[in-house]
């Protein structure tokens, strides 16, 4: 009864909020790495220069919308944490989460995009050798302890959990739906992954991974300016057919 009362006032606080008259929707958007930590390279290409033009493409879209709110998490080549990340997060009751990168592999042949929402099943081995490898800056453990214990908390913990899940699988299928390339989305290019980001923020948040940069005809196209912003163009629609979504549910 308890469980049942708490998810009924979860979801009408959270569709109030986010369909809030007059307000813009916050859209935070993350570019990967930077700094010192290039991510993932390909001679002089670098995944963290790749990724801060797309999102900076996206912004200026967003920012040109006057439904949405823009949140860019770093402007310029600069060092972040994953915990600094995801303090732009802090506090919001509604709103997205948008994490931006580029994949490799050792296999040249890998290609295409993928989005990653949080997992609920067991991750096959190639999404958690992704994740462990984002994550290997963060103290997960030490996070988990800071988690709340009481009962009726942990049922609402619980609740928030799934239902922030269920709607960033609806973001990532939104996204998937508006992207027409020109770099093509893998076989099931919809999965889940425990990224730290998008496994402990409050809001739906998808991680992207625009290509391979170790895929030789990937990483040109990711090089090509013109590209990066028809992927920004992309990303976009994904976040306004999702936001439509929000404005249309009963």
Same mark, same amino acid.
């Given at each position: 009864?308890?469980?049942?009362?708490?998810?009924?006032?979860? +979801?009408?606080? @959270?569709? &109030?909020?986010?369909?809030?008259?007059?307000?813009?929707?916050?859209?935070? =958007?993350?570019?990967?790495?930077?700094?010192?930590?290039?991510?993932?390279?390909?001679?002089?290409?670098?995944? &963290?220069? +790749? =990724? $801060?033009?797309?999102?900076?493409?996206?912004?200026?879209?967003?920012? *040109?919308?006057?439904?949405?709110?823009?949140?860019?998490?770093?402007?310029?080549?600069?060092?972040?944490?994953?915990?600094?990340?995801?303090?732009? *997060?802090?506090?919001?009751?509604?709103?997205?989460?948008?994490?931006?990168?580029?994949?490799?592999? !050792?296999?040249?042949?890998?290609?295409?995009?993928?989005? @990653?929402?949080?997992?609920?099943?067991?991750?096959?081995?190639?999404?958690?050798?992704?994740?462990?490898?984002?994550?290997?800056? =963060?103290?997960?453990? *030490? +996070? &988990?302890?800071?988690?709340?214990?009481?009962? #009726?908390?942990?049922?609402?913990?619980?609740? !928030?959990?799934?239902?922030?899940?269920?709607?960033? !699988?609806?973001?990532?299928?939104?996204?998937?739906?508006?992207?027409?390339?020109?770099?093509? #989305?893998?076989?099931?290019?919809?999965?889940?992954?425990?990224?730290? $980001?998008?496994?402990?923020?409050?809001?739906?948040?998808? $991680?992207?991974?625009?290509?391979?940069?170790?895929?030789?005809?990937?990483?040109?196209?990711? &090089?090509?300016?013109? +590209?990066?912003?028809?992927? !920004?163009?992309?990303? @976009?629609?994904? =976040?306004?057919?999702?936001?439509?979504?929000?404005?249309?549910?009963?």
């Amino acid at each position: 009864m308890l469980k049942s009362l708490i998810t009924s006032l979860f +979801i009408l606080l @959270y569709w &109030a909020s986010s369909g809030a008259a007059g307000h813009r929707f916050p859209v935070i =958007v993350d570019p990967g790495h930077g700094g010192s930590d290039g991510g993932a390279t390909r001679g002089n290409l670098r995944e &963290a220069d +790749i =990724v $801060l033009s797309v999102s900076r493409h996206l912004t200026k879209l967003l920012e *040109a919308d006057s439904e949405f709110e823009p949140r860019l998490t770093r402007h310029r080549d600069m060092e972040l944490t994953l915990e600094e990340r995801a303090q732009f *997060a802090q506090g919001l009751e509604r709103g997205l989460f948008l994490s931006v990168h580029v994949n490799a592999s !050792a296999n040249p042949k890998a290609h295409g995009v993928e989005f @990653y929402f949080q997992n609920q099943l067991p991750p096959d081995e190639e999404s958690q050798f992704m994740a462990n490898r984002e994550n290997q800056m =963060v103290d997960v453990a *030490a +996070i &988990a302890e800071r988690a709340p214990k009481s009962d #009726v908390l942990a049922i609402i913990s619980d609740l !928030a959990r799934n239902f922030r899940t269920r709607q960033s !699988a609806n973001l990532g299928e939104d996204l998937v739906l508006s992207w027409q390339g020109p770099i093509q #989305v893998r076989t099931l290019p919809l999965r889940q992954a425990p990224f730290f $980001l998008i496994t402990h923020l409050e809001i739906p948040s998808i $991680l992207i991974e625009l290509g391979f940069i170790s895929h030789e005809r990937e990483a040109r196209k990711l &090089a090509d300016r013109n +590209i990066q912003m028809a992927m !920004a163009q992309h990303l @976009y629609e994904g =976040v306004k057919k999702f936001k439509e979504r929000l404005d249309n549910e009963p």
